[in-house]
């Protein structure tokens, strides 16, 4: 009886997943731009990450079957658009010019949104003429009125990154591992 009791005690420590796996799964690269491109944009380094990872894992070279490039995906014509609109110069291609343009894009939805993370995240993921002509239907809840699985995904996979990136490195991404 006594091991039972033993087992049943340390089993939720054995199940939690050591940071340093946690880490491995979560991986963070280029903090430093992160940071201060989230910065510039008035965004949570965290928010930032949690989209990297949803988009690449943090992959700087991945381009997906619809020719997005980079850590935060980027279809050509979006990166020259926002590079008009920001003033932001250099190949959308290199990681930080992606992940600066990337960042200044969705603290544009950000604005746009009025600060709505699932909204922002809906149209970085499904473009905003979508997600405006979802929220035009009337009792629209944008929790969970997403009409798109995919989107729906992108949306929460999105979120619950964030909240891992903020738990592993802290919300300005500087613990680092002890």
Not at 65 to 82: D, T, V, W
Not at 110 to 128: F, P, Q, T, V, W
Request: aromatic content about 12%; proline content about 5%.
């Amino acid at each position: 009886m006594l091991a039972v009791v033993v087992i049943l005690a340390a089993l939720p420590f054995a199940l939690r997943v050591p940071d340093a796996v946690m880490r491995t799964l979560y991986p963070l690269r280029y903090e430093a731009i992160i940071r201060q491109a989230s910065e510039e944009n008035g965004l949570d380094p965290a928010f930032v990450a949690g989209v990297i990872y949803t988009e690449s894992r943090f992959r700087p070279d991945v381009e997906s079957h619809k020719e997005a490039y980079g850590l935060m995906q980027l279809l050509p014509q979006s990166a020259h658009f926002i590079q008009r609109k920001s003033g932001i110069k250099g190949d959308y291609r290199d990681p930080k010019v992606n992940v600066r343009l990337g960042t200044w894009f969705l603290g544009y939805l950000e604005d746009r949104y009025k600060g709505d993370k699932r909204l922002m995240l809906a149209a970085y993921n499904s473009g905003e003429g979508t997600v405006d002509a979802w929220t035009s239907d009337e009792g629209f809840d944008i929790a969970k009125d997403i009409p798109y699985k995919e989107t729906r995904e992108y949306v929460d996979n999105a979120l619950e990154a964030r909240q891992t990136y903020q738990e592993l490195y802290g919300k300005n991404l500087q613990h680092h591992p002890g």
